[in-house]
């Protein structure tokens, strides 16, 4: 079992930076793939950034790439998600995810999830 819990939302302007950061517990979180995904209003859940249990490789959506950036500090048991330069379509539920075999940006391959921490960017 791995429990993720989000922080760090929050509401921001256009422009502006937030840093996500999601806890993790359970014996098996520093060998589980980590990602973020996201779900605004009326939409599907969408993929957002990923990073492998050893947190030498990343990949980012096309929306967010240039702009977030995802790191992880297994001492810390975290992984986080910096966000600059948001802009207002980036609104939604953040959720972490942890993926105990496969790095992908599928969700079907993420078993653990948090319970989502709400951005939401003014223009």
């Known amino acids: 079992q791995v429990q993720l819990v989000e922080s760090g939302g929050g509401l921001v302007q256009a422009g502006g930076s937030l840093r996500l950061s999601c806890a993790a517990s359970?014996?098996?979180?520093?060998?589980?793939?980590m990602g973020w995904f996201r779900q605004a209003p009326g939409k599907e859940r969408e993929f957002v950034a990923a990073?492998?249990?050893?947190?030498?490789?990343?990949v980012y959506a096309n929306s967010v790439k240039g702009r977030f950036t995802i790191s992880r500090d297994k001492a810390k048991n975290t992984v986080d998600l910096q966000m600059d330069s948001l802009k207002p379509e980036d609104t939604a539920v953040y959720y972490c995810a942890a993926a105990p075999r496969f790095w992908t940006i599928e969700k079907s391959a993420y078993e653990y999830w948090g319970q989502g921490t709400q951005v939401t960017v003014s223009s």
């Open positions: 990073i492998t249990w050893t947190g030498t490789n990343t």
């Open positions: 359970g014996r098996t979180f520093s060998t589980y793939h």
